[in-house]
């Protein structure tokens, strides 16, 4: 008798990574939509001038870029639709779980599109948004029920975390442009970060080596390693959101054209709250600089685990992040004096989005590192 099937298989794994890179595309069409000022070219949702291929839409920049994003974010909700379906689905009782998700889910989303477009009838306006928030809390109470009650795989978890997440995305993505919202915006391109994270964790777990990928390393090391890695974290994504900030709420020229100084000072008056933002991104971006240092220093030398030897330790880790956050310093001082050129706040950007992924990379591998003792009893991190 032939051996049950492994599950998740090389083909979902590598499946998993094709997802990430179109995930990865997307976000730089976000960035690069945003700093073209395309992002409201088209004022409905989720067609464009009512249209899934608007007319001109290939031959001109603006509606080129806004569409262009629209069809990848259409493309990567089907992918991961895909991937929660190859995880989840085993039977037909199963599929047709997963016809009626979508069916509510569609629903849903038809309710905030309904509501964006209302813009006569405030009343109606409002019914439609309690119905499509009403309605949303289904799904996310199914997701809750199917983790905590149904036994499923982390792999079906996460699959289906990241489905919800990226139709929550279409959502803020939508009301960004019907409702005309900075804030929206911003909450659009932040959550794309968080979505970005689960769908590596996918892919971390989705390979053959989880979870013994992890660092090894003295039970010190282990520790210093997820507790700095979840600053870490944090502190980059904190930067993000200044980041995002400035890119949504400024959206013309520079507010200020200092490369290091603000309004040629250390510390710039905050009556502007744009002067306010990009003097916390810069210095939010030293912070991660002298933090990724003090990391070096601590983390000392440890070890990658024997199993995986592909997996580094926490120091070759750091050190490739020191690289990222060195380019990144570099390239926002390139935005500063070539006055936001196209190409390279573009790659500002999407360096960004790699220095987020790196970092939580980091801290799922901190996460399930193991404490060797008994191998690095003499190791001299172990203090």
Not at 84 to 113: C, D, H, N, P
Not at 210 to 224: A, D, E, Q, V, Y
Not at 242 to 250: D, K, L, N, T, V
Request: hydrophobic share 55%; with cysteine.
């Amino acid at each position: 008798m032939s051996s049950p099937v492994q599950f998740p298989t090389r083909a979902y794994c590598r499946f998993s990574r094709v997802v990430v890179a179109f995930a990865i595309l997307l976000v730089w069409w976000g960035a690069a939509t945003t700093t073209k000022q395309a992002g409201m070219v088209f004022a409905d949702w989720p067609l464009s001038l009512g249209s899934i291929n608007p007319p001109g839409w290939l031959e001109n920049m603006m509606p080129f870029l806004e569409h262009t994003h629209r069809l990848l974010a259409n493309l990567v909700g089907w992918l991961v639709l895909t991937l929660f379906a190859w995880a989840y689905v085993r039977s037909w009782k199963q599929g047709l779980e997963l016809l009626g998700l979508i069916l509510l889910m569609a629903t849903t989303l038809g309710f905030f599109i309904a509501a964006g477009s209302q813009r006569v009838d405030a009343n109606l306006k409002e019914t439609f948004l309690t119905i499509a928030l009403g309605l949303s809390l289904l799904p996310i109470g199914w997701l809750v029920w199917s983790w905590s009650s149904r036994g499923w795989t982390l792999i079906q978890k996460l699959s289906g975390l990241a489905l919800l997440m990226v139709v929550a995305q279409a959502i803020l993505g939508g009301l960004r442009v019907t409702e005309i919202s900075n804030t929206y915006a911003v909450a659009h391109g932040c959550f794309a970060q968080c979505f970005f994270c689960v769908l590596i964790l996918i892919g971390l777990v989705a390979d053959e080596g989880w979870p013994k990928g992890g660092f090894s390393g003295s039970r010190s090391l282990i520790w210093r390693s997820r507790i700095y890695g979840v600053l870490l974290v944090l502190l980059v994504f904190a930067q993000l959101i200044f980041g995002a900030s400035m890119r949504h709420f400024h959206r013309h020229a520079l507010v200020d054209d200092g490369l290091i100084l603000t309004q040629g000072r250390w510390i710039p008056s905050f009556d502007d709250p744009m002067i306010m933002v990009l003097f916390l991104h810069k210095l939010t971006a030293f912070l991660v600089l002298f933090f990724l240092v003090g990391m070096l220093l601590r983390l000392g030398g440890g070890r990658s685990n024997p199993v995986l030897s592909r997996w580094k330790t926490p120091k070759s880790h750091v050190i490739r992040l020191l690289a990222l956050v060195g380019v990144q310093i570099t390239l926002g001082l390139m935005v500063i004096g070539t006055g936001k050129s196209f190409w390279v706040t573009n790659v500002h950007v999407l360096n960004g989005l790699l220095i987020l992924g790196f970092a939580f990379v980091f801290v799922v591998r901190a996460m399930t590192g193991r404490a060797d003792e008994t191998v690095l009893a003499n190791s001299p991190d172990c203090v």
